[in-house]
């Protein structure tokens, strides 16, 4: 059943063929978003989410970009406004893993991720913040001139060994999202992040695929489950739409508890 809180609204989801970004592609064509998918590398994927959407009745396409380069994202850019003619609402969600530990981290490993978690953020926010100024306030598409969601992690406040490039890339995307949250709200741009916490997807498969991995992962999830994209996606709907109208510049958690310190359950 379709909510159509995003009814005809143009929407970019930057790394939409898997994971987390596909559970937002999906939930915000369901509330009746157009897509765009973008993908850096997997086509056919893309093409899936894609085939998802238009089955259903919805509006999408797929586009390549790998969101750390510059030209692509613009290439990218002018892509969506020439087939939808402009942008309502940008999920920054591309993003990887490159885990090492820290004295044995390579420039190249600590280079990529932020390339691609933290400047991939960035260049799209930005492109996508020209056009919301250019284009202003439309209210037969919705009360803001955009919508910015920065896909962040419950790793923007846990620190997180053998994974330092990762998560200080999620500690970046948050003073990346609330600063230019800061700068565009007379703009009437609205700009967000999700923390979510662990989401079974491939960038964590190895702390789910076997029982024993999870059950060690559940000892860090007071809520007890692992999370689903579509937890996520649902989470991003509402954002995007008019319901969260007032809400800008923070970081909403949706991860079953796993920023709570649950080691002092019973200890401390
Ligand atoms: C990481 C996952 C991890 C989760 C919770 C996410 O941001 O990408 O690998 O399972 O945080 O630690």
């Given at each position: 059943m379709s909510t159509a809180k995003l009814n005809g609204q143009i929407a970019l989801v930057t790394g939409g063929d898997s994971g987390i970004g596909k559970g937002v592609a999906l939930a915000l064509a369901e509330a009746g978003a157009k897509v765009v998918v973008n993908y850096a590398h997997h086509a056919e994927a893309a093409e899936e989410v894609v085939k998802h959407i238009t089955d259903a009745g919805g509006e999408a396409f797929s586009c390549k970009a790998d969101v750390s380069q510059e030209a692509q994202v613009q290439a990218m850019f002018k892509e969506v406004f020439k087939q939808y003619g402009t942008i309502?609402?940008?999920?920054?969600?591309?993003?990887?893993?490159?885990?090492?530990?820290?004295?044995?981290?390579?420039?190249?490993?600590?280079?990529?991720?932020?390339?691609?978690?933290?400047?991939?953020?960035?260049?799209?926010?930005?492109?996508?913040?020209?056009?919301?100024?250019?284009?202003?306030?439309?209210d037969t598409r919705s009360r803001a001139a955009g919508k910015i969601i920065c896909m962040s992690s419950v790793h923007e406040v846990i620190p997180w060994g053998g994974h330092v490039n990762y998560a200080s890339s999620k500690g970046g995307i948050m003073m990346l999202m609330k600063s230019m949250a800061q700068e565009l709200a007379p703009h009437k741009i609205r700009v967000v992040?999700?923390?979510?916490?662990?989401?079974?997807?491939?960038i964590n498969k190895e702390a789910w695929e076997t029982p024993e991995a999870l059950n060690k992962l559940l000892t860090l999830i007071p809520y007890n489950r692992i999370g689903q994209p579509e937890d996520i996606g649902k989470l991003a709907a509402w954002l995007a739409s008019d319901d969260a109208d007032y809400i800008t510049g923070t970081t909403i958690f949706s991860d079953g508890g796993m920023t709570l310190y649950p080691g002092f359950a019973d200890n401390g």
């Open positions: 309502d609402i940008l999920v920054n969600n591309a993003g990887l893993q490159k885990d090492a530990k820290f004295v044995d981290m390579t420039l190249d490993e600590w280079n990529t991720v932020i390339g691609i978690n933290l400047t991939g953020q960035f260049l799209c926010a930005r492109e996508a913040a020209k056009e919301f100024i250019r284009r202003g306030v439309d992040a999700i923390g979510p916490g662990a989401i079974q997807t491939p």
